[in-house]
Each structure stands twice: as C-alpha cells, then as structure tokens.
C-alpha cells in the first residue's frame, strides 16, 4: 500500500494501476484502493476500466460521494453526458458539495453549456451553504448593520449596536453597548421552526428567548426571572419601520401575560 500510495501521489500512473490493482485483487473490500485504481485508470485514459472500478464503491459511506464524482468526469470524457449528470447529481446527493472544485474540473468543461450543470452546482451550493438559500434564515436581516440607539419616547441617547451576519449567514450577532455591554446569538431553528436568541451581558444576566417573524415584526418570548428572582414572562419585539429604522419594545409580565408592563422601548437608527 505505502508504494502504490507513492506511486499515486508522484503522478506515476502506470505504476499506481498496477499496484492498486492488485490490492484490490488481494483485498477486494478495500474503497480507497478502488479509488485510486480508478482514478489511475482513468489518468491512462482507461474509461471503462475506471468506471468498473468506481462502481464497486458508490456505497460506500465515505468514498460513495467521491465515487459517484469521478463517476461524472469517466462518463463526460466517455461522451455519455446524460450519465455524467446522473452520477454528479448523485454525488450532490452523497454530499460532494464542492462547487469551485466542480466549476475546474477540466474533465467537466464539455458539460458547463447545458442548463442543467448550473443547476447540480446551485443544488450543491445550497446544500454547502444552508443559510444563505433557505428564506427563513434572512427574515431578520432588516436588524443587520451600525446603530445608533435612541429611546423612542424622548428620543434621548440609549446605547449603540453593532449587528453582524456570521458563521456563514446563519448567526445574527449583537453586539450592545448601553447601560453595560451584551451580546446575543440569534438563529433559526430548522427542527423547532422558531427562531432563537440567547443573550448575555457583562454582568452575568442571561435570557433565552423563542420566537417567529409574524407580519413583519420579530416577535421573542422568554420565561425568566426579576431581580428578586420571581418568575416573568417577556415579551421582545423588533419592527422595521423602514430600512433606516428598526423599533425594539420589550414587555415584561409577573401575572403569566395577563398584564404587560413596558421594560424599554428603543429606536434603532442607522449610522451613515
């Protein structure tokens, strides 16, 4: 294994046919001696005999992707373009989701004209970047940017805001200074189908809230406790008023909601 692993990797095409040839003959459960065959075959120029060898590994839990990928690049230089895309969609589906690598691929140049390969790589950019394709995770973005934060009744200086799109377009964070500093968390949650904020500031105080976009607003709930440690009930929202202006009205409740007392209300005001 260790010379035909080093005959592969100085490009020494021959040499890492034969060789993984016979291990697979020795050890036929070996996947990544099949890929390497495969992918030696395939250097020679040896099409079919590549793709015999890819497809004694397509269910395979870790090479299957990687299989159905080479797959593509065989069948494409075979000129069977209708398979090519068969084997990369299925290679999507395995989670061979490198888009740049995939868009390089010379092997893959005579498929870029067909409508269809800009399809496989939006699946497989959707499928690598989540957040950024799935609508639910950019309801909250009208809260994204600089600002300066004002209380709504007065109009009298409260704190400032940075609000920031991280972690791949998947976290909203704030960053708060005002009064103290505090950050939070905000996320959709795709198996609660609620949206999640967990806040904590410089001095140790903690909330979680849960919530959903409804017409428009923002709207977080949380379960916690007053300074003197009795339950409270609050209720946090966010309105875009317009795409300079977000208001931020909290509302606390010790009867389980059945009054509401104000806690702040907030204009956010976009900093030019």
Request: glycine share 6%; hydrophobic share 35%; with cysteine.
């Amino acid at each position: 294994m260790e010379q035909a692993n080093q005959a592969y990797s100085t490009k020494n095409w021959n040499t890492s046919a034969d060789a993984f040839g016979a291990i697979t003959k020795a050890d036929p459960a070996n996947a990544l001696a099949w890929l390497r065959l495969g992918v030696s075959l395939h250097k020679l120029q040896k099409y079919d005999e590549a793709l015999a060898a890819f497809k004694r590994i397509e269910s395979d839990s870790q090479l299957g992707a990687s299989a159905f990928y080479r797959e593509a690049e065989t069948l494409t230089k075979l000129n069977r373009k209708d398979d090519a895309f068969l084997a990369l969609n299925k290679a999507v589906d395995a989670g061979f989701v490198q888009t740049d690598l995939i868009q390089k691929d010379d092997d893959l140049i005579p498929l870029h004209e067909d409508p269809a390969f800009k399809k496989i790589i939006d699946k497989a950019d959707a499928v690598a970047h989540p957040c950024a394709h799935q609508p639910e995770y950019r309801q909250f973005d009208f809260w994204i940017g600089e600002w300066d934060v004002f209380t709504t009744q007065g109009h009298n200086p409260a704190g400032t805001s940075s609000i920031q799109l991280i972690l791949d377009q998947c976290v909203i964070l704030e960053n708060w200074t005002g009064g103290g500093t505090g950050k939070s968390f905000n996320h959709y949650d795709t198996r609660l189908k609620k949206w999640i904020q967990d806040w904590v500031d410089s001095q140790s105080n903690s909330v979680h809230f849960e919530g959903r976009l409804e017409n428009g607003v923002m709207s977080y709930f949380a379960d916690s406790a007053d300074a003197r440690g009795s339950p409270i009930r609050r209720h946090m929202q966010f309105v875009p008023i317009d795409a300079d202006h977000v208001r931020q009205y909290s509302q606390a409740s010790s009867d389980h909601g059945k009054s509401w007392t104000m806690e702040y209300d907030f204009t956010y005001v976009r900093k030019k």
